[in-house]
């Protein structure tokens, strides 16, 4: 069976229909019927070769939601008919010590969904099954498919970092902000959102922010000033990172989830004179995004979207590239 996608050929080029016969089923292998996929800015640095990843023809798509329609024979955790959904990875070693620690993400060895594969701007997919995770109940799949790559990229340093008593920082309130925001908020945390848009506050609260800084306003951070326990980047332009380290308190962590145009520049002494960190966090194992999963039906964490047919695939993935986004794009078959 032909499998129908929409992939760029090139470079930066438009994404055309595409029709591709897929690698035969493995033991461990699970053919999903594709419902919905989510647009994540990480596509469009994949189409338009800013990181240097991947090859063409290129089919962009790593948040996806459907149903099985087949399963290899070694695949005994699901079934036909069940709704799963898979993220920006598609397959580890599972024997290393990452495998192992449940870190499946920084196995050597980790395999990403539409990196030298055909991702989920499609009608079917084929993965290994092992890194297809059922969808909870509560969650509608429109709502779920960004939480596949949005959700756990958030939920996973948030994890890690941050106790319900935190006061926490949320840079970008954008596709993985708005997120972050829901997610620390139904931790317990106090949450602040950290905006150069100041007609975003509204909608900030409403995703759980208790209080709002807008940067373009002087001296906003200052007033922040060694207020913060966690504050998590999620922006694509560089931020101002001595402000940012300035508003954490002693022992604080500045964590990067967004991967921004510019090297980072930090004055040491900032770190040393409070014990302060930077550090960075990429996706999450296994674990991590089956407990965000149920972690986000129980609390109702879902991401805010505007659902677009299939068939404009490269008019949305353009709308994702401009910035029009609020805050997710979902295709849907």
Same mark, same amino acid.
């Given at each position: 069976?032909?499998?129908?996608?929409?992939? $760029?050929?090139?470079?930066?080029?438009?994404?055309?229909?595409?029709?591709y016969?897929?690698?035969?089923?493995?033991?461990?292998?699970?053919? !999903?019927?594709i419902? +919905?996929? &989510? !647009?994540c +800015?990480?596509?469009?640095?994949?189409?338009?070769?800013?990181?240097?990843?991947?090859?063409?023809?290129?089919?962009?798509? +790593?948040?996806?939601?459907?149903? !099985?329609?087949?399963?290899?024979?070694?695949?005994?955790h699901?079934?036909?008919?069940?709704?799963?959904?898979?993220?920006?990875?598609?397959?580890?070693?599972?024997?290393?010590?990452?495998?192992?620690?449940?870190?499946?993400?920084?196995?050597?060895?980790?395999?990403?969904?539409?990196?030298?594969?055909?991702?989920?701007? *499609? @009608?079917?997919?084929?993965?290994?099954?092992?890194?297809?995770?059922?969808?909870?109940?509560?969650?509608?799949?429109?709502?779920?498919?960004?939480?596949?790559? #949005? #959700?756990?990229?958030?939920?996973?340093?948030?994890?890690?970092?941050?106790?319900?008593?935190?006061?926490? #920082?949320?840079?970008? !309130?954008?596709?993985? &902000?708005?997120?972050?925001?829901?997610?620390?908020?139904?931790?317990?945390?106090?949450?602040? $959102?950290?905006?150069?848009?100041?007609?975003?506050?509204?909608?900030?609260?409403?995703?759980?922010?208790?209080?709002?800084?807008?940067?373009?306003e002087p001296?906003?951070?200052?007033?922040?000033?060694?207020?913060?326990?966690?504050?998590?980047?999620?922006?694509?332009?560089?931020?101002?990172?001595d402000?940012?380290?300035?508003?954490?308190?002693?022992? &604080?962590?500045?964590?990067?989830?967004?991967?921004?145009?510019?090297?980072?520049?930090?004055?040491?002494?900032?770190?040393?004179? #409070?014990?302060?960190?930077?550090? &960075?966090?990429?996706?999450?194992?296994?674990?991590?995004?089956?407990?965000m999963?149920?972690?986000? *039906?129980? +609390?109702?964490?879902v *991401?805010?979207?505007?659902?677009?047919?299939?068939?404009?695939?490269?008019?949305?993935?353009? @709308?994702?590239?401009?910035?029009?986004?609020?805050?997710?794009?979902?295709?849907?078959?």
């Amino acid at each position: 069976m032909s499998f129908h996608a929409h992939a $760029a050929h090139s470079k930066k080029s438009a994404l055309k229909p595409f029709v591709y016969e897929p690698v035969p089923l493995g033991p461990h292998d699970v053919e !999903i019927r594709i419902s +919905h996929c &989510g !647009i994540c +800015h990480s596509d469009v640095h994949l189409v338009d070769g800013d990181w240097g990843m991947g090859s063409y023809p290129m089919v962009p798509g +790593h948040e996806i939601v459907g149903t !099985i329609v087949a399963a290899g024979s070694e695949v005994t955790h699901l079934e036909a008919g069940q709704r799963v959904g898979v993220g920006w990875q598609r397959g580890a070693c599972l024997a290393c010590e990452a495998c192992g620690n449940g870190d499946e993400n920084l196995c050597p060895e980790n395999e990403a969904t539409c990196v030298g594969h055909h991702g989920g701007f *499609a @009608d079917r997919i084929r993965v290994d099954g092992r890194f297809a995770f059922p969808i909870p109940e509560g969650l509608a799949s429109e709502n779920a498919a960004p939480l596949l790559c #949005g #959700g756990a990229t958030v939920y996973s340093p948030l994890r890690r970092f941050v106790k319900p008593s935190m006061r926490v #920082g949320v840079v970008g !309130i954008g596709g993985l &902000g708005h997120l972050a925001l829901q997610f620390a908020s139904a931790m317990g945390c106090e949450v602040t $959102a950290i905006s150069s848009t100041p007609d975003k506050e509204t909608e900030a609260r409403s995703f759980g922010a208790h209080r709002f800084l807008a940067t373009r306003e002087p001296k906003a951070l200052l007033s922040a000033a060694s207020s913060l326990d966690f504050i998590l980047s999620t922006v694509f332009v560089t931020p101002d990172w001595d402000a940012l380290i300035g508003a954490l308190r002693p022992n &604080g962590v500045l964590c990067l989830v967004g991967v921004t145009s510019e090297p980072l520049a930090v004055q040491a002494f900032a770190l040393l004179a #409070g014990q302060k960190t930077v550090t &960075g966090s990429a996706i999450g194992g296994r674990p991590a995004i089956r407990e965000m999963l149920a972690f986000a *039906a129980r +609390h109702g964490v879902v *991401a805010k979207v505007q659902v677009r047919p299939l068939a404009e695939a490269d008019a949305a993935l353009g @709308d994702v590239r401009k910035g029009r986004a609020r805050y997710r794009v979902v295709l849907a078959a």
